[in-house]
């Protein structure tokens, strides 16, 4: 792995010339990190393909978190990391295809999606990003920049030869938002390695406290303050809330926090297993990696009716889903669960069913080779038409 902020790696096929060579441009912010190390892990299982990874990072140091649009505007961060790494990456590799995520480092890269057959991922769309911008400390530009912002950003889903969404949400987003056709976009959801977080044993009921289980690093817009509150009004059923995040939580009784647990890693793995029911209130999100993660476990969700949520979290299915920001809602819907246990194992066996279809990533990085591969092989046979 390289260091500073133009990170390049090169994974090598184990046996012999790779088939398919392709440049991954994957940006590193929030729950990006957590879908880069997931694709690191599964690409690499195809011994047809040879992987370049190109790791774009969010944070600023030194000189560079002095330079005012620099260090301000992430599109221009990324843009011009993305286009430092891509010229060191080209050097030393032949490629056949490059693959984004998500656009933000593809918007300043049209020279070179031009020059290779483009794959861009993304989450949410800006428009949609901007709808949810006011949980994420981001707010739109005047008309004119915003304008400029949209063109850029069409321009961008123009170039790409394929666009993979993590949700139906945002694919209907590009649909409506900026003209894409349906049939140049395919639904790929990021998921996990629904294996490794499958609990060693079966669920059953239990004696002891029902134990809630929140993981979020911005306790705030997770929907963390307004867990508590509802886990307060709960508290006489002996109930225990278990957060893990970044922020400060109160110490008060029932009230377990976790700081500094790593992604995938085993003692977060743990805390899902022992749990009972996973909740994430969240005011502002797209499609969280968590909610695959608690399914994998075998957890019902409870969580709140934003963006792709719904997709992944189906209500009176796999658990339940209140409008974001009502306390009594989701005391109620709390209150449900805590007090079926029947409900909840069968709420989470189903969760496990679902997320075992649609949101395992190993299966799904699979599904992604094969839309690049196909750009790929169809950008070679036109190479073969004579002119």
């Known amino acids: 792995m390289g260091s500073g902020e133009d990170r390049v790696a090169e994974a090598i096929a184990m046996n012999g010339t790779a088939l398919y060579n392709i440049g991954f441009v994957l940006e590193q912010a929030l729950g990006h990190v957590t879908h880069a190390k997931n694709l690191q892990t599964n690409v690499i299982r195809d011994p047809d393909v040879r992987a370049y990874w190109a790791l774009i990072p969010f944070e600023t140091h030194g000189l560079a978190a002095r330079i005012p649009l620099y260090k301000s505007n992430w599109t221009v961060r990324a843009g011009l990391r993305a286009r430092r790494s891509l010229s060191r990456l080209t050097k030393h590799a032949t490629i056949d295809a490059l693959f984004f995520h998500t656009q933000v480092p593809a918007v300043l890269a049209a020279d070179w999606m031009r020059r290779y057959p483009s794959v861009v991922s993304l989450d949410a769309t800006p428009l949609q990003y901007d709808q949810l911008g006011s949980f994420y400390q981001h707010d739109p530009g005047p008309p004119w920049l915003e304008r400029i912002k949209w063109q850029l950003n069409r321009r961008c889903f123009c170039l790409a030869r394929h666009l993979v969404t993590w949700s139906q949400w945002a694919k209907e987003g590009l649909i409506e938002g900026y003209g894409v056709p349906a049939d140049k976009i395919t639904v790929i959801p990021p998921g996990v390695n629904v294996h490794e977080w499958q609990r060693p044993t079966p669920r059953t009921p239990h004696e002891g406290p029902v134990k809630l289980l929140f993981v979020g690093a911005n306790l705030e817009r997770k929907g963390g303050l307004l867990l508590l509150d509802a886990f307060r009004r709960l508290r006489p059923l002996g109930v225990e809330l ?91 819907a709390l209150r449900r669960l805590v007090l079926r246990p029947d409900e909840r194992l069968r709420f989470g066996e189903q969760a496990r069913s679902h997320v075992a279809r649609m949101y395992d990533a190993r299966h799904n990085a699979g599904r992604l080779l094969d839309v690049i591969k196909g750009e790929i092989e169809l950008s070679r046979s036109k190479e073969r038409i004579p002119a």
């Open 242 to 332: 278990h957060l893990v995040t970044k922020d400060q939580a109160p110490d008060e009784p029932g009230v377990f926090v976790y700081h500094g647990m790593q992604p995938n890693s085993a003692p977060l793995k743990a805390l899902y297993h022992q749990a009972d029911i996973f909740v994430l209130p969240t005011f502002g999100d797209c499609l969280p990696m968590v909610l695959s993660e608690a399914a994998a476990a075998g957890l019902p969700a409870i969580s709140t009716r934003v963006a792709a949520i719904p997709e992944i979290v189906r209500d009176n299915e796999t658990g339940l889903l209140v409008p974001p920001g009502d306390v009594s809602a989701l005391t109620e």
